[in-house]
């Protein structure tokens, strides 16, 4: 008999595994609150391990026709040296591409798998029998549920796990600018000037793709419109960047931190941002989410008993997402909390990380993804 899922959240981690769910012969709904599925206008990195994912259901063409593939990431110093330059290939590829173009790739690709997307559904918590229930008391029971509705996740709490959002001390602007003027070259690179970062990269044929990092306590780095001629003084050399970006929409966003204990209840999964939510420094957010949504569809899929195949997917597959979330909490603390004193040493450490190959594999383990574990990709 066929299975049924009922997913809250119609993000990258609702279409991805609504998808994933519908192509091994579910049937799929995914409630999504808002009036359409959209994403903020900025960019987004996809990585190997998602790369692969995307191959495997065959719409990653769709995708790399959308994107720019990297040829390396440099890390620079506020004079404009480079601290560090590693080449993005092998198992370290990535494609970078406008976000909203990623969705649309999935919720296109969800919907000719035969999901059924419902918008201004608003999920306000699950019951551990197996339902979702939304803001009219309506109960929608299914063989698999799924908490997919991102960092401050609704439905993970309402199962009393002990899990915990909590925002860390830096914030992040975002700005996806139409020109390739000042990102010629398949390169990203990031800027770095005491705790402030510049990150900028090309992001498809028309646009670039820059992200603002400073810590919250900041506030002149933190004003929105961006205050160019304030960060100038930090990162003179960017001062044609900068003016475009002044005069850009921004959205700002804390980096947020997500600990839940566990990734399922009997037959009710929690997954994306809501399951290890993690600050972007290592760009592997959605990376994770469409690679542990690939995992899940496999273990649960071939499992007569949808609790057990959920038991054995978080034991397959969490330590990736673990390890990840420590180095990319470690990569927040380096660059925002490195005391001045020590500022002298933080090149070698950056350059290291750039040169040794087993620092740089340890930290983006995630990299490599599911090729470290048991489950099949194609
Ligand atoms: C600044 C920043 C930069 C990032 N850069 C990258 C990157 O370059 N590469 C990368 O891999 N990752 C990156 N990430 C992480 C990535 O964005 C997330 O990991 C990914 O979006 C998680 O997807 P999700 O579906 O779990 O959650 P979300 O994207 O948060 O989606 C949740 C969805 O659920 C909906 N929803 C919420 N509550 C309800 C409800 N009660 N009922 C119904 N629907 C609901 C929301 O409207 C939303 O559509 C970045 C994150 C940030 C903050």
Not at 13 to 36: C, I, K, N, Y
Not at 260 to 270: D, E, G, K, Q, V
Request: overall charge positive.
């Amino acid at each position: 008999m066929q299975r049924h899922v009922e997913i809250a959240g119609g993000g990258i981690g609702g279409l991805g595994l609504g998808m994933m769910l519908a192509r091994h012969g579910w049937s799929v709904r995914v409630h999504e609150r808002s009036t359409e599925i959209r994403e903020v206008g900025a960019g987004i990195y996809v990585k190997n391990n998602s790369i692969r994912v995307l191959e495997h259901y065959g719409i990653y063409s769709k995708i790399e026709a959308l994107g720019t593939k990297l040829e390396r990431a440099r890390i620079r110093d506020s004079q404009g040296r480079v601290m560090q330059e590693r080449q993005l290939n092998g198992h370290h590829r990535v494609i970078v591409l406008p976000r909203q173009a990623l969705v649309d790739v999935l919720a296109a690709s969800a919907r000719e798998a035969g999901v059924e997307i419902l918008t201004n559904s608003h999920i306000v918590g699950a019951d551990i029998q197996g339902a979702l229930i939304d803001d009219n008391g309506r109960r929608y029971a299914a063989d698999l549920v799924v908490a997919a509705d991102g960092a401050r996740s609704k439905i993970r709490d309402s199962l009393n796990l002990g899990a915990s959002a909590r925002e860390l001390g830096t914030l992040i602007n975002r700005y996806l600018v139409p020109t390739r003027s000042f990102t010629r070259e398949a390169v990203t690179t990031e800027h770095w000037s005491g705790p402030r970062r510049i990150g900028i990269t090309p992001s498809g044929a028309e646009h670039s793709y820059a992200y603002v990092v400073m810590p919250r306590n900041d506030t002149a780095a933190a004003r929105l419109p961006l205050d160019a001629t304030d960060w100038e003084r930090s990162l003179p050399f960017l001062k044609d960047e900068l003016e475009v970006f002044a005069k850009s929409d921004s959205t700002q966003y804390p980096y947020m931190l997500v600990d839940c204990p566990r990734w399922s209840l009997r037959n009710l999964a929690i997954i994306g941002d809501a399951a290890h939510g993690l600050p972007p420094t290592l760009g592997q957010g959605a990376g994770l989410t469409l690679m542990n949504s690939h995992a899940l569809t496999e273990l649960v899929s071939n499992s007569s008993n949808v609790a057990q195949g959920l038991q054995h997917w978080e034991k397959t597959v969490r330590f990736i997402s673990d390890q990840t979330q420590r180095w990319s909490v470690r990569y927040d603390r380096f660059t925002r909390q490195w005391p001045q004193s020590l500022q002298v040493l933080r090149p070698s450490i950056v350059w290291a990380f750039g040169h040794f190959r087993f620092l740089n594999e340890r930290m983006r383990i995630a990299d490599r993804g599911l090729d470290l574990t048991p489950v099949r990709l194609s």
